[in-house]
């Protein structure tokens, strides 16, 4: 897929095939580059509406989505930093914080840009609904101000938890989709 995953999409059996079409039964595993190690999920069997009006049909199933994430995790690809350009482009800086937080304000009299190192700290869970599927996150956030000789100071850190819900859509031949944080 990347330099942080592979897909092993070899056949589970042999493909069904009828008059109008045929049935190609894909195992889909997605592992960390370089590294096949087992899934410490369990996929389970999953039917796909009889429908006839379209020349193809892909269906993901949720362990499709939670290899990815372990994946991924396993990988470090949840893992950032957000830097000090992008903070600005934002006007994310000390004085902001020290706005919300007194404990900063005492720390920084002089604004300082910041920056922000962001980590999971567990596999992201997917799961799919009718509709959509939501993403839970838990993370890690540290930030840092960043001085005038470069080198960064901590400000403070804090735990991250995020359920959001992602619905997808097809619109003039685009796939779209829209983003909700439920909490």
Do not use: H, W
């Amino acid at each position: 897929i990347d330099d942080l995953a592979e897909v092993d999409y070899s056949l589970n059996s042999l493909p069904a095939v009828f008059q109008p079409y045929i049935d190609l039964d894909l195992k889909g595993i997605i592992f960390p580059a370089g590294n096949y190690i087992g899934s410490p999920y369990m996929a389970a069997p999953f039917t796909i509406p009889d429908q006839s009006d379209s020349m193809l049909y892909l269906a993901f199933s949720e362990y499709f989505f939670q290899t990815s994430s372990f994946a991924y995790y396993t990988a470090g690809a949840f893992n950032m930093t957000i830097a000090e350009e992008t903070c600005s482009y934002f006007n994310i800086s000390t004085e902001i914080f020290g706005s919300i937080i007194p404990e900063v304000a005492k720390y920084s009299v002089t604004p300082y840009p910041v920056m922000l190192k962001l980590m999971a700290t567990e596999v992201p869970v997917i799961s799919l609904e009718q509709d959509s599927f939501t993403a839970e996150i838990q993370g890690f956030m540290e930030v840092l101000a960043v001085l005038p000789d470069s080198t960064t100071q901590l400000l403070f850190t804090m735990n991250v938890a995020a359920n959001s819900s992602i619905s997808l859509n097809i619109f003039d031949q685009k796939l779209m989709g829209s983003l909700c944080l439920n909490r």
